[in-house]
């Protein structure tokens, strides 16, 4: 049976090693795919993120990270993902609803999520959620720290 709970210090190591594959998550060349593992625990401690798995026999199977800023009462969804082996059986759409169960209990107004245009399933995951479809727009970013930057790209 598959769970959703909050994620805790002790999923970092393995949230850490599935999203780091997960191309996705990549938006250039240049910039890390996902969240290093010291930010990804320090956003467990904290309340402005919120973290849920899908757990399965003790496996995480798929995950969901949101940032709430409550000065402006939004959300945004950065990342959601169900490993592959899993996809289909309704694990994204209990991560989207418990993420958004989780969101009003915290007096959240408004969410808006970024999905790669060639990404069908996410598409689909929100719109069945109810999610209205936007602008597009470009990605423009800029590392602060090296901890963000690919090796490759340094
Ligand atoms: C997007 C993603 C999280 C969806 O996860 P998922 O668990 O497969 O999602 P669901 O099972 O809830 O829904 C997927 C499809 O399965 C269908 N489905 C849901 N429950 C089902 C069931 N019990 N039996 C059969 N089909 C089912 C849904 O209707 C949906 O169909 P559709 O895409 O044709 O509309 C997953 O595809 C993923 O990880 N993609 C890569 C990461 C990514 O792109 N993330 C977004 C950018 S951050």
Known sequence: MVTV???SLD???NLHKIGEGVHEFSVNDGTIAFWPKDTLAEAISSDDVIILVAEEQSSIVGFVIATYVSGLRK???ENIFVTPERREAGIGDALLKNLLDVLASHGCQYVAT???QNAAAAAGLYKRAG???GETFVWLDKPLS?????LSAS
């Open 5 to 7: 709970r909050e994620a």
């Open 11 to 13: 999923d970092v190591e």
């Open 75 to 77: 959300s945004t969804i």
């Open 114 to 116: 970024l999905v790669p």
């Open 131 to 133: 999610f209205a479809r």
């Open 146 to 150: 090296g901890s963000f930057k690919r």
